[in-house]
C-alpha cells in the first residue's frame, strides 16, 4: 500500500483592496445579484457574477421551492444561464457571495457539492481553470484558481469512454 497525499494551498486576501479592479468589481456585483436570490426557507441568499471572456456579466442566484430538493443554488443557475447566452465562451471569473441576515460573520462561502462537480464539468467542456473569488460579509476573500482544488478525485467524462 502506498500513501497517496492531496495538499492544496489557497490564496486568501486580507480584504477588497488586496484584489485588482476588475475582481473587486465582480465582487460587488455579486453582492448586487443577492437580490435576485429568492430563499424564503432558508433565509440564505446566494448569489454568483461570472464574468466571461468577451466581458459580459452572468448574474445567478439561489432559487428555492417549497419542495425543498427541487432548491437549485446560485452558481449553478450562473453557469447554466452564461450556457445558455453565450455557449462555449470561456469563464475569466466567477464571484460567489452569501448572506444571512441572522449572521454577520460570515467568512468566504465555498460552493456546495453538487455545484463543485457542476463547475468542474465547465472546467472541462470550456477547456479552462475557472477561478473563483469567495466573499461573505467579513472583509476576507478565499480564491480558488480552479475548483478542483476542492474537488480532488473528481468524478469526469473520462471514466465514461469506452476505449
Ligand atoms: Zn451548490
Known amino acids: 500500500m502506498k500513501i497517496k497525499n492531496i495538499h492544496q494551498e489557497l490564496k ?5 483592496e488586496e484584489l485588482k479592479d ?3 468589481q465582480l465582487i460587488k456585483k455579486a453582492v448586487d445579484f443577492l437580490d435576485l436570490s429568492y430563499a424564503p426557507y432558508s433565509n440564505f441568499n446566494v448569489a ?3 464574468l466571461l471572456e468577451n466581458g459580459e456579466i452572468i448574474s445567478g442566484a439561489n432559487q428555492e421551492n417549497a419542495s425543498y430538493p427541487l432548491c437549485i443554488c446560485a452558481e449553478r ?3 447554466h444561464h452564461a450556457a445558455m447566452r453565450f455557449p462555449k465562451m470561456k469563464i ?4 460567489i457571495t452569501a448572506r444571512n441576515n441572522a449572521r454577520t460573520d460570515l467568512g468566504p462561502i465555498p460552493p456546495c457539492g453538487a455545484c463543485r462537480q457542476v463547475i468542474a464539468e465547465y472546467e472541462d467542456l470550456l477547456d479552462c481553470n475557472i477561478r473563483i ?12 484558481e480552479s475548483i478542483k482544488q476542492v474537488l480532488p478525485l473528481g468524478f469526469n467524462s473520462d471514466f465514461l469512454e469506452n476505449s
Open 77 to 79: 443557475v450562473a453557469l
Open 12 to 16: 486568501l486576501y486580507k480584504n477588497l
Open 48 to 50: 454568483t457574477a461570472i
Open 22 to 24: 476588475f475582481e473587486q
Open 92 to 95: 475569466k471569473l466567477m464571484a
Open 133 to 144: 473569488l469567495m466573499k461573505g460579509n467579513l472583509d476576507e476573500v478565499l480564491e480558488l
